[in-house]
């Protein structure tokens, strides 16, 4: 694998990659857990290259995250206002990317509310785009870090089963996680109540569940989603604790699962809505704290990996 | 009750097998133990009941049931509902959430379960409401209230408008295989209305609703049921093409069921004759060919439960002129002799006229009930099937007297009425 070359110029989603390309993401990652664990974190991979963060959502783990990775790989790490900027003035999404393209940045990092709109962005710039999240499309380097998390603690994902749970409807997360473990051979399952499974999520390669205590029979790792507070108004589901109920993660649901599941959560959580505060904290289950640590290694190897990939100046266009 | 009580030398009719023949019950300790011909007067029993040759049948069990409990008691409480039921033969009644407050949360159906307990004769569930005081706009704590003990969601008499709303509900009650009713009726069309449109509406000079109100709602119905894959009752159908409908999506594999107000089956638009305000109901009375087409799916076991449609409304309510009226009528007790005289009429069995008051809806909830087995609930009713005698509605025992059937003449009557072996009603 030491030879195999990724090949993609921006990483938009988990769509598109293969097996490959996401172990030598994850390997890759491997290595930067090991510099993040040091006391001088710093490689000069990236010196001379200039990051753009360009979060049209607000966010506060996944822009961190990013601007960590950039700058512990020695590179110029931007981070625009977009709630200040010439996009709320009225500018289009398309001149903003041309705005910021003629500043000759080498990586953009882009999350925005709207499906789509990263893809778009990155047909319209030189440089390399990694989406930090569009819409309810995709996230891939969550499911990246979830990926690598899982394999550093858990072990070879080929074989395993692996539950998500919560409001996949909505959700990037889930999208991104159901291509990521399909890849990397895992069996998927998907618990939820209807309202907030997607039309054809059967046909995702994952098996659905309603009853989230069948769902978690012989689970090895549980990962549950946020569901967000508009969701619980009465359109998509009754409440917050009928919810929980039902679909909360707490000690009696987890106990249908594998003796020592592990269990996940993108954050930030819902404590009692759902996940059970004693659940998420549980000292050698909850990887959740893990997963945050993940996400800047693996942030590392992407970055690295797709400067890698930008071709030289004068040769684009 | 400890001991055996045995029923011998009735007419045994049971829906649920086709069963109509000569023999008995034995119950112990309120369940049926044994039944059939080899039941007979020499049973060795500690009570032994001669039901004399008249018919011994599954007590009815009643899907659609308003009471003013709580919020209107001077319209019914559970008490004088049961009361009624119980002479009318219904064993088991589930009650409509239309009331004051609405039964839209589990402290709600707790209520109503421990009203009921301690006052009724018979079994009452409470049906909860699909939306937050039945506003149609944000669905009630589906999960939570059925496993509280809920018969099934539906909104009542104020159907969900708003389709996106009723498709997540729908899509959220599939979820936990809940059943949900609905009223097809599309209030655009039939707000303000007082009768079935047509021209005997037209020589009253009254508003009619069109039956389109019913086909719009009930084709939108079941396109939603067909997609999200719910569990739907098509809740009081009243016209030849909603049946057709309901039939047509059930053999395209939609999990849909229909009920049918009894009256539906016994009365038609002509009968609200000289602006009779105790004949305004929804769905209004049909036409004539609607009222036989229903009776053919009765025939044909089309129907899966008749209901009275109970909804008690008082004096002073009712003798207003026509337009100001409250709808409704009362049911409990004229829904069996209904039937009866239905199935004498048209020549229908008395095991398949019955199916849709007994097993046809017990098998809708999962009930034990409503049927003569082994190991089912000592639910039964004793009647004389042929018994000619006039409605008058100064007799009925339901606290509110609006019935329709008020000298009206029928063929059939309840004799006794035992809900888990225990004597409710008895005939003086």
Same mark, same amino acid.
């Not at chain 1, 069948?214 to 919810?243: H, I, N, T, W």
């Not at chain 2, 649920?16 to 080899?38: C, K, Q, Y």
């Not at chain 2, 040759?53 to 069990?61: Q, S």
């Given at each position: ?170 959700? +990037?997360?889930? +999208? ?36 989230? +205590? ?104 | ?16 097998? *086709? ?39 599954? *007590? ?57 307990? &301690? ?51 729908? @899509? ?17 069309? @039939? ?81 609200? *004759? ?33 209901? @009275? ?90 606290? @509110? ?26 005939? &003086?």
């Amino acid at each position: 694998m030491a030879d195999y070359a990724f090949s993609h110029r921006h990483l938009l989603g988990i769509e598109g990659l293969n097996r490959l390309d996401i172990e030598t993401l994850l390997e890759l990652g491997d290595k930067y857990v090991e510099l993040n664990r040091r006391r001088v974190k710093h490689a000069d991979t990236l010196a001379g290259r200039t990051l753009v963060n360009l979060f049209f959502e607000n966010s506060t783990r996944t822009q961190g995250s990013f601007e960590i990775a950039g700058r512990r790989l020695g590179a110029d790490v931007i981070t625009m206002p977009i709630a200040t900027s010439s996009v709320k003035k009225g500018e289009t999404l398309i001149d903003t990317a041309m705005t910021l393209n003629a500043m000759r940045p080498d990586l953009l990092v882009i999350r925005h509310g709207s499906s789509g709109a990263v893809k778009l962005l990155s047909r319209k710039v030189d440089c390399a785009v990694i989406n930090a999240g569009d819409g309810t499309h995709e996230h891939p380097t969550q499911a990246l870090l979830d990926a690598l998390t899982i394999r550093r603690r858990v072990g070879e994902i080929s074989g395993m089963r692996i539950a998500i749970c919560g409001d996949i409807l909505h959700s +990037r997360v889930a +999208r991104s996680n159901v291509a990521c473990l399909n890849i990397l051979g895992a069996q998927v399952r998907l618990i939820a109540p209807r309202t907030l499974t997607p039309p054809g999520a059967a046909d995702w390669g994952a098996e659905v569940f309603t009853d989230m +205590r069948k769902g978690l029979a012989g689970c090895d790792v549980v990962m549950m989603l946020r569901l967000q507070q508009e969701r619980m108004d009465g359109a998509y589901l009754p409440s917050a604790r009928e919810f929980f109920h039902f679909y909360g993660l707490d000690a009696d649901k987890l106990s249908h699962a594998n003796p020592n599941a592990f269990i996940m959560h993108p954050g930030p959580m819902n404590r009692g809505v759902e996940i059970e505060s004693g659940i998420a904290d549980h000292k050698t289950r909850s990887l959740i704290t893990e997963q945050v640590e993940m996400g800047v290694a693996v942030r590392m190897a992407v970055l690295e990996t797709l400067a890698k990939n930008a071709p030289e100046p004068g040769v684009a266009k | 009750m400890t001991g055996l009580t045995a029923i011998y030398n009735a007419r045994l009719i049971d829906p649920a097998t *086709g069963r109509d023949e000569v023999g008995g019950v034995l119950i112990e300790n309120g369940v049926i133990v044994e039944f059939g011909p080899s039941v007979m007067k020499t049973a060795a029993a500690d009570v032994k009941i001669d039901a004399k040759g008249k018919a011994l049948a599954p *007590g009815l069990i009643d899907l659609r049931v308003k009471t003013g409990e709580p919020g209107a008691e001077n319209k019914e409480t559970l008490q004088t509902a049961s009361d009624a039921a119980a002479a009318g033969g219904v064993t088991t009644f589930v009650v409509m959430p239309d009331t004051d407050p609405v039964i839209d949360s589990v402290a709600l159906v707790d209520f109503i379960q421990r009203r009921a307990e &301690g006052v009724a004769k018979v079994k009452v569930y409470p049906a909860g409401g699909l939306t937050l005081g039945l506003d149609g706009a944000k669905m009630s704590e589906i999960g939570l209230i059925r496993e509280a003990g809920a018969a099934f969601f539906t909104n009542g008499d104020r159907p969900v408008e708003d389709a996106g709303v009723l498709r997540r509900a729908m @899509s959220y009650a599939s979820s936990f295989d809940a059943l949900v009713a609905s009223r097809p009726d599309t209030p655009a069309l @039939s707000k303000n209305t007082v009768m079935n449109a047509g021209a005997f509406a037209a020589r009253l000079g009254l508003r009619g609703a069109p039956p389109e109100a019913e086909w719009i709602a009930l084709e939108r119905d079941l396109m939603l049921a067909e997609t999200t894959g719910v569990r739907l009752l098509a809740d009081c159908i009243s016209t030849a093409r909603s049946l057709a409908a309901v039939e047509r999506a059930r053999k395209a594999g939609v999990k849909v069921s229909c009920s049918v107000a009894s009256y539906s089956l016994f009365f038609n638009e002509l009968d609200v *004759g000289d602006y009779l305000t105790y004949c305004k109901v929804q769905p209004p009375f049909r036409s004539e060919t609607d009222r036989m087409a229903l009776i053919a799916g009765l025939k044909r076991g089309a129907i899966d439960a008749v209901v @009275s449609a109970h909804d008690p409304q008082p004096t002073e309510d009712k003798r207003l002129p026509i337009a100001d009226a409250a709808f409704g009528a009362v049911g409990l007790e004229t829904l069996l002799p209904c039937l009866l005289s239905i199935a004498i009429r048209e020549d229908i069995p008395l095991a398949q006229a019955l199916k849709p008051v007994t097993s046809g809806p017990a098998d809708l909830l999962g009930l034990p009930q409503g049927r003569i087995a082994k190991g089912a609930p000592a639910d039964l009713v004793l009647f004389d099937p042929a018994a000619p005698w006039a409605c008058d509605r100064d007799d009925l025992v339901s606290r @509110s007297k609006n019935s329709p059937f008020d000298g009206r003449k029928f063929e059939g009557r309840v004799l006794r009425t035992w809900v888990n072996g225990q004597t409710v009603y008895e005939r &003086g």
